[in-house]
């Protein structure tokens, strides 16, 4: 896996919050980038112990947690 596929996934995922999107998906983001899915994944669990999928879902429950912390607002 290139390590610039996997540093456009942080990006997309820490600067511009693609994980807000309820329709986007690991697969979808492993498209935008070019990168092979299940390579990503190896990628993905070989350097952070989690799947793409797993990471992805993270950051929604960090983020919905975040707002009902702060506005007590549920996504």
């Known amino acids: 896996m290139e390590k610039e596929k996997y ?15 309820p329709g986007m998906s690991f697969r979808k983001i492993c498209r935008w980038i070019g990168a092979d899915v299940r390579q990503m994944d190896s990628y993905l669990e070989s350097e952070l112990g989690y799947s793409g999928n797993e990471i992805l879902e993270s950051y929604r429950r960090i983020s919905a947690r975040r707002f009902m912390d702060r506005y007590g607002i549920g996504l």
Request: glycine share 0%; no cysteine; hydrophobic share 55%.
């Open 7 to 21: 540093e456009l996934f942080a990006m997309l995922l820490e600067e511009e919050k693609v994980y807000m999107d």
